[in-house]
């Protein structure tokens, strides 16, 4: 039996409190469902750190979970052939506690691709040999754990939620993403897109190097134009693009 991993189960308890610490959090009419997939997804989410933590050179931080990736693995940026398939993590998964009709979770058995999630994981998963050297380089979190969800199933993001709203989830959220910065010990933390970077920046000050890779998401034009080579580009003057 493999030994314990104080990093993981320190990455756990950090996650398990700011699980705690967001669900207490209410909002108004205009949400119509939130996902917390640290508590039904669980146990992808512990399967991934269980298996992957370890220090690393730089953290990537993306906004908050896409209905088709991490909404249903428990995995950042977790579509599910990439969690399943590359990350070898097939766990089964729970229910919210309010589910939307039009945003149902069904787990490692979602039919739907996160596309963020693909280009992601996907463009790794052509530069490395396998998870665990990935690993050795980079970790992949979330700023925000929770899915926001409109009367029309249209997913909200964080930043659009009113002031009074914002606030205590982006305290609950800084907390979390100083914790976990100081337990990985990254040289660089690394923004997946405009609000990552911007929050990683405010929270963290000038302790660490910053670098900001466009979103991966098929709303963005210049992403659909070929995110890998944009990805490469930001990557490999610093070194983190094996062979360049």
């Given at each position: 039996?493999?030994?314990?991993?104080?990093l993981?189960?320190?990455?756990i308890?950090?996650?398990?409190?700011?699980?705690d610490d967001?669900?207490?959090?209410?909002f108004?009419?205009?949400?119509?469902?939130?996902?917390?997939?640290?508590?039904?997804?669980?146990?992808?989410?512990?399967?991934?750190?269980?298996?992957y933590?370890q220090?690393?050179r730089?953290v990537?931080?993306?906004?908050?979970?896409?209905?088709?990736?991490?909404?249903q693995?428990g995995?950042p940026?977790?579509?599910?052939?990439?969690?399943r398939d590359?990350?070898?993590?097939?766990?089964?998964?729970g229910?919210p506690?309010?589910?939307?009709?039009?945003?149902?979770?069904?787990?490692?058995?979602?039919?739907?691709?996160?596309v963020?999630?693909?280009r992601?994981?996907g463009?790794?998963?052509s530069l490395?040999p396998?998870?665990?050297r990935?690993?050795?380089?980079?970790h992949?979190?979330?700023y925000c754990p929770?899915?926001?969800?409109?009367?029309?199933?249209?997913n909200?993001?964080?930043?659009?939620?009113?002031?009074?709203?914002?606030?205590?989830?982006?305290?609950?959220?800084d907390r979390?993403?100083?914790?976990?910065?100081?337990l990985?010990?990254?040289?660089?933390?690394?923004?997946?897109?405009?609000?990552?970077?911007?929050r990683?920046?405010?929270?963290?000050?000038?302790?660490?190097?910053y670098?900001?890779?466009?979103?991966?998401?098929?709303?963005?034009?210049?992403?659909?134009?070929?995110?890998?080579?944009?990805?490469?580009?930001?990557?490999?003057?610093?070194?983190?693009?094996p062979?360049?």
């Amino acid at each position: 039996m493999p030994s314990p991993n104080p990093l993981a189960a320190s990455m756990i308890q950090a996650m398990h409190n700011l699980s705690d610490d967001v669900s207490r959090l209410r909002f108004g009419s205009h949400v119509a469902a939130v996902y917390n997939p640290l508590v039904y997804a669980r146990a992808g989410a512990e399967a991934y750190l269980q298996r992957y933590v370890q220090p690393c050179r730089a953290v990537l931080v993306g906004m908050n979970p896409g209905p088709f990736g991490m909404a249903q693995t428990g995995v950042p940026f977790g579509e599910i052939a990439s969690v399943r398939d590359w990350l070898g993590i097939q766990v089964a998964i729970g229910q919210p506690e309010h589910p939307h009709p039009k945003r149902p979770i069904t787990g490692f058995s979602c039919t739907r691709s996160e596309v963020s999630g693909r280009r992601l994981w996907g463009f790794f998963r052509s530069l490395y040999p396998g998870p665990e050297r990935f690993f050795a380089d980079f970790h992949v979190a979330n700023y925000c754990p929770l899915v926001f969800m409109e009367e029309s199933g249209r997913n909200l993001t964080p930043d659009k939620l009113p002031a009074e709203e914002r606030a205590p989830l982006y305290s609950a959220c800084d907390r979390h993403l100083i914790r976990i910065i100081s337990l990985l010990g990254p040289v660089w933390v690394i923004g997946v897109g405009a609000f990552a970077t911007k929050r990683i920046r405010e929270v963290l000050g000038e302790r660490y190097q910053y670098l900001t890779l466009p979103h991966p998401s098929p709303a963005s034009p210049l992403a659909n134009r070929g995110w890998d080579d944009l990805a490469r580009s930001a990557l490999s003057p610093l070194g983190f693009v094996p062979g360049c």
